[in-house]
């Protein structure tokens, strides 16, 4: 498989089993009621960040030039696709737009830093 369509596969494999997994585990404990419903949320929101910014990271440490061109690449799909299945509320939107630009901000960090 070409390398960099190999990177973009696995960054978009670890944000989907990342946020799958953390939700499977934060669903089973508000299920068995040792989480409150605001914990359980609060929960989810974070994980949510913590994974976009992690796998931002990844991203940002295997690409070797062009950075902006190949996170662009990751986030048009993943944005498109989180705008069009999330309702059109303010809250919703400002949510998606912030883990998009957490895992820009990490990959561009991360990506600068190895430059040095």
């Given at each position: 498989m070409n390398i960099?369509?190999?990177?973009?596969?696995?960054?978009?494999?670890?944000?989907?089993?990342?946020?799958?997994?953390?939700?499977l585990i934060f669903s089973a404990l508000y299920y068995f009621q040792w989480i409150s419903y605001s914990t359980f949320h609060l929960l989810n929101?974070?994980?949510?960040?913590?994974?976009?910014g992690c796998c931002g990271l990844w991203l940002g440490k295997h690409i070797k030039k062009k950075v902006l061109l190949h996170i662009f690449g990751i986030l048009l799909p993943i944005g498109i696709l989180s705008f069009l299945l999330w309702d059109k509320q303010i809250t919703s939107i400002l949510l998606i737009t912030g883990k998009l630009i957490v895992f820009l901000l990490c990959a561009c960090a991360i990506f600068l830093r190895k430059k040095d």
């Open positions: 960099k369509l190999q990177t973009y596969v696995e960054s978009f494999a670890m944000l989907i089993v990342f946020t799958l997994l953390f939700s929101i974070t994980s949510a960040y913590l994974i976009y």
